[in-house]
């Protein structure tokens, strides 16, 4: 039998509280008829007296003393009386059992039977208190182990009872319900005598639980399959991803990567680590700015997108990253952040050269004049002073037109190295058109420009032998200069003042040993004009 069993449990509470109530009930009862049986014996004594007090009475009026003895024998006969003693005026009688000093004694008084207020003697009746207590503790214990019996009896009949009708059934169902199988279409039965009662209620209900039950867990069952069969794509989906993916959190520490960001970081010869920093800013060449735009992105509540370089190189080669974070919260209110990269070096790539395309000269490999306008705006928006030199050579349409365009390509390319050569790195030269140059140099004056200028005049107009004809040729060189903001703060007019200048010295810089640089004139219409 199990220990911790309910029927054990049962019993042994039934059997405690039986047994508890009986010995309280019987010591109670024990006591009650005790005093009972002792008022009892007490009762019986003064109706014994009644019986013979009217012989008393005559015998003490008489002065008989054998019909005195009656008395005292009499009463000496019941056994609730140990003794008796018969005392009058004109006798005095007692049992031989008779005690001077007794336990207890009861004393009645002895009337004339002609004048009943008129006392003529006393009777002493002595009790047998060992009698009295015998027959009192014989009565009581009877008493008491009546009630213990009969405790014992309704204990038994109780747990009878109770496992029959409460503990079996709730047994049954237990046992019932430890055996089966939630999810199953198995379903508890009812007790008998039980279709009812709260025990057939309970039963109904716990199918009703079980049918529940079972449906969850066929749509969890269901649901289960459905969420491996996602994790399984997911898994695929992230593990082969060309995309480095990294989960983290806001404070750096990597939770989880792909093959794709180890594969990178290797790439990189950079060790497997768990944090680099915030949005893995110890990556890049510019930290500040890539935590800096996606906290900004962040603020407006949208996905941080941008492209950084990475601070390491692949054989020499820049590597460019588009990094995209969105951030993550949990129902537990935690936060992570998503992180994919995207090998962008080969759309930056291609960007730097349709942006080299578009703002150098394909020919001469310098600055074209889109570019050059651009960072002559620039110069003007920072009000910057500088110099604006346009340049033509002299003697190129010659060279064209005796060995041919090619010819004259490669006196464009050696004309443009000499610009190149000679123009600091903060000045700007490039290709105005045809053979048209610009050199803009900044915070110069006009004795550091001449200076300049003759240094290139004097490399240009060096014979040049054409390597493709074998042949020596040379062209001049014409400069028309003005400079910015003195002579005007226009754009459009300070080129037109230079090309003004170029052309009044044109014809004297095609002669020999005229002057090939000439400074503009400012003029009150031209101000005017672009005013």
């Known amino acids: ?184 279409a198995r379903r508890l039965k009812k007790p008998v005598f039980h279709d009812k009662s709260e025990l057939g209620n309970l039963v109904e209900d716990i199918n009703l639980l079980l049918e529940k039950a079972e449906e969850q867990i066929s749509q969890e069952r269901l649901l289960r399959s459905e969420i491996e069969l996602l994790e399984k794509r997911f898994r695929l989906l992230f593990e082969n991803s060309v995309a480095p993916i990294i989960l983290m959190e806001p404070r750096g520490n990597i939770l989880l990567t792909n093959k794709a960001f180890k594969s990178l970081i290797e790439r990189i010869e950079q060790p497997i680590k768990k944090n680099y920093g915030p949005i893995l800013s110890e990556l890049f060449e510019t930290p500040e700015l890539v935590t800096r735009s996606v906290n900004s992105a962040f603020l407006n509540d949208e996905i941080a997108i941008g492209e950084h370089r990475l601070k390491f190189k692949e054989q020499g080669k820049t590597i460019w990253l588009q990094v995209v974070v969105s951030s993550i919260i949990t129902d537990d209110l935690k936060s992570y952040y998503q992180i994919t990269l995207n090998d962008v070096s080969k759309k930056r790539d291609e960007l730097d050269k349709l942006s080299r395309r578009a703002d150098y000269d394909a020919l001469t490999n310098m600055t074209n004049r889109h570019a050059g306008e651009k960072r002559i705006d620039q110069l003007i928006k920072d009000k910057t002073p500088f110099v604006f030199a346009l340049m033509d050579l002299n003697g190129f349409k010659q060279v064209n037109d005796i060995y041919g365009h090619d010819a004259g390509d490669e006196v464009l390319i050696f004309v443009a190295n000499q610009l190149k050569q000679l123009t600091p790195s903060n000045g700007i030269a490039c290709r105005w058109g045809g053979d048209e140059f610009v050199v803009v140099l900044e915070n110069t004056n006009k004795a550091d420009f001449e200076l300049f200028c003759e240094q290139l005049t004097t490399r240009i107009v060096k014979p040049y032998t054409l390597i493709s004809h074998q042949a020596n040729v040379q062209v001049g060189l014409c400069i028309g200069a003005a400079f910015y903001p003195y002579d005007t703060s226009h754009k459009p007019e300070l080129i037109h003042l230079a090309d003004k200048a170029m052309y009044a010295i044109k014809p004297e810089s095609k002669t020999r040993g005229g002057r090939t640089l000439a400074f503009a004139i400012p003029t009150k219409t031209l101000e005017r004009k672009y005013e």
């Open 1 to 184: 039998m199990n220990k911790s069993g309910l029927l054990l449990r049962l019993a042994i509470s039934i059997s405690f509280a039986a047994v508890f109530v009986g010995f309280i009930s019987s010591q109670v009862f024990f006591k009650l008829a005790y005093q009972k049986n002792l008022d009892k014996t007490q009762a019986s004594i003064e109706q014994l007296y009644e019986v013979v007090a009217p012989t008393a009475n005559i015998a003490a009026y008489l002065g008989d003393q054998e019909l005195a003895k009656e008395v005292i024998n009499g009463l000496s006969n019941n056994q609730a009386i140990l003794a008796a003693s018969f005392k009058s005026e004109l006798f005095s009688i007692q049992s031989e059992t008779f005690k001077s000093e007794p336990a207890k004694q009861t004393e009645f008084m002895v009337y004339s039977p002609f004048v009943p207020s008129e006392s003529l003697g006393s009777i002493k009746v002595q009790h047998n208190l060992a009698y009295i207590e015998e027959d009192s503790q014989n009565a009581a214990s009877f008493l008491s182990n009546s009630l213990l019996i009969q405790a014992f009896v309704v204990t038994v009949i109780a747990i009878f009872i109770a496992f029959y009708f409460i503990t079996k059934p709730i047994l049954i169902i237990a046992n019932s319900l430890h055996s089966l199988n939630p999810g199953t």
